[in-house]
Structures are given as C-alpha cells and as structure tokens.
C-alpha cells in the first residue's frame, strides 16, 4: 500500500514548523539511542555467550572429560622442578666435557662464577670457557649442548681464525646453566 505525496504533504502542512522540528527532533533522538544502544546490545550478548561457554567448560572440568587448566604459579613450579639441582652442577658441567671430547673439541680451563638471580631466585653457573676446534665441531658441539642441557642458555659465541689458511677456530662460549635452589 502506497500513501499518495499529497496526503504526506498536506500532514507536514497542519505540523507547522514547530511540529516538523519536533518531528526531526523525534527521529535525532531515536537514531541517537540505537546508535548508543547497538554496541552494548551486542557486547551484552557476547557476554552472555561467553558465560554459558565458561559455564559448559567448568562442567566438563568437574566431570572429568576435560583437564583443569595450568596455574602458572604451577607452571613456574614444574619448571623449577626439572632444573637440576645446585649439588648437581658438577655433573651438568662434566657432561659440558664430554659433549666435547665427543665432538674432539680442546676446552680449556675456563672461568666459573655462582650466583643467584635476583629476578627469578635460581642459582645460575656463569661459564666462560674458551674453545678450540673446527667450525662443523663447534656447531655440533653447541647444538648437543642445547639439546642434551636445557638449563644452559648461551649468551656469546666468538670465534677468531688467526689465519686464512686455518681450519681450526680458536674461540669462547659464554653460558649459563641454571639450577634449582633446592
């Protein structure tokens, strides 16, 4: 059904211009509201949805059928857990060696310091130890100790080659082998 233009004409007419102000004012007010009340409408609903989904995940947690998440304090402590401990750092460090004599790569004496960090409270074995050998061995010999120690995190790597000729490298690899304070 079509209403005619003149009957909307002859409308606005009898309004006046206080009634077509009032009339625009009308229509200002209602597009203000829905456009203040669309986003929190549907922030509301997605709040909704996402308390019935939490609501559904505790159910299975306390059924059983879904494992409780990991507290990171937890975390934290499972972490610590799998450090060796500070009486085994001369086992950490003999396996250092051996990875090394596996790979015939010359350590010499290197330097050691202990302390703890104050951020994390671990004990940390600072090791500075200079190296001798083949770019292939020391690669290798680098890549065991990451992957054999996952409490070594090495911090520099230098190598030099006095001459151009030479194949072997002479160098230093400064790490840190962390350990729990237990």
Same mark, same amino acid.
């Given at each position: 059904?079509?209403?005619?233009?003149?009957?909307?004409?002859?409308?606005?007419?009898?309004?006046?211009?206080?009634?077509?102000?009032?009339?625009?004012?009308?229509?200002?007010?209602?597009?203000?509201?829905?456009?203040?009340?669309?986003?929190?409408?549907?922030?509301?609903?997605?709040?909704?949805?996402?308390?019935?989904?939490?609501?559904?995940?505790?159910?299975?947690?306390?059924?059983?059928?879904?494992?409780?998440?990991?507290?990171?304090?937890? !975390? $934290?402590?499972? =972490?610590?857990?799998? #450090?060796?401990? /500070?009486?085994? +750092?001369? %086992?950490?460090? @003999?396996?250092?060696?051996?990875?090394?004599?596996?790979?015939?790569?010359?350590?010499?004496?290197?330097?050691?310091?202990?302390?703890?960090?104050?951020?994390?409270?671990?004990?940390?074995?600072?090791?500075?130890?200079?190296?001798?050998?083949?770019?292939? !061995? $020391?690669?290798? =010999?680098?890549?065991? #100790?990451?992957? /054999?120690?996952? +409490?070594? %995190?090495?911090? @520099?790597?230098?190598?030099?080659?006095?001459?151009?000729?030479?194949?072997?490298?002479?160098?230093?690899?400064?790490?840190?082998?962390?350990?729990?304070?237990?």
């Amino acid at each position: 059904m079509q209403i005619p233009r003149l009957i909307v004409h002859e409308y606005l007419q009898r309004l006046g211009v206080p009634g077509l102000a009032g009339l625009a004012l009308l229509m200002l007010a209602l597009t203000w509201g829905l456009a203040g009340l669309l986003p929190d409408w549907q922030s509301l609903q997605n709040l909704s949805q996402q308390t019935r989904e939490a609501s559904e995940y505790l159910a299975k947690v306390e059924d059983g059928t879904v494992a409780a998440p990991v507290v990171p304090q937890r !975390q $934290l402590d499972d =972490f610590r857990s799998k #450090l060796p401990s /500070q009486p085994q +750092a001369t %086992v950490a460090i @003999d396996k250092i060696y051996a990875l090394a004599a596996l790979e015939h790569i010359t350590l010499a004496r290197g330097e050691y310091s202990l302390g703890v960090d104050p951020k994390t409270h671990l004990a940390r074995y600072q090791i500075l130890l200079p190296v001798r050998g083949s770019y292939p !061995q $020391l690669r290798r =010999f680098l890549h065991a #100790l990451l992957r /054999q120690l996952p +409490a070594v %995190v090495v911090e @520099d790597v230098e190598f030099q080659r006095k001459k151009i000729a030479d194949t072997d490298l002479n160098g230093r690899i400064r790490m840190t082998l962390y350990l729990s304070r237990s």
